[in-house]
């Protein structure tokens, strides 16, 4: 059973950082896209960035350039290191993951999607 797990998620002031962390477990396939994305009360779910299974592919949302790095921790960890936030990075954050071999930032294109974790910056 394909399983999705995100952590690291919580309070943090203006300038501080967090590091989110997606489990994944049940996938038998050896190349595959984690996506992050972050969805705001109001607002509809946006791409934050991609890293394909090798770690070879990366793509970051402009918003988050400079400031957030995404890298593989293991086969089965992804890490969102998230730094200089500000109050407008504040959401639930999702990791999701789709079968295929190039980075894509759109939602619908990806197959199994994690519960989120809530990231709110504020003073």
């Known amino acids: 059973q394909f399983q999705i797990v995100e952590s690291g998620g919580g309070l943090v002031q203006p300038g501080g950082s967090l590091r989110l962390s997606c489990a994944i477990s049940g996938f038998a396939v050896e190349s595959y896209i984690i996506g992050w994305f972050r969805q705001a009360p109001g607002k509809e779910r946006e791409f934050i960035s991609c890293?394909?299974?090798?770690?070879?592919?990366i793509s970051y949302a402009d918003s988050v350039k400079g400031r957030f790095t995404i890298s593989r921790d293991n086969a089965d960890n992804t890490l969102l290191l998230m730094s200089s936030l500000k109050p407008e990075d504040t959401g639930v954050y999702y990791c999701a993951e789709n079968h295929g071999n190039f980075c894509s930032e759109l939602a619908w294109t990806y197959d199994y999607w994690g519960q989120g974790t809530q990231v709110t910056v504020s003073s």
């Open positions: 890293i394909n299974s090798h770690g070879g592919t």
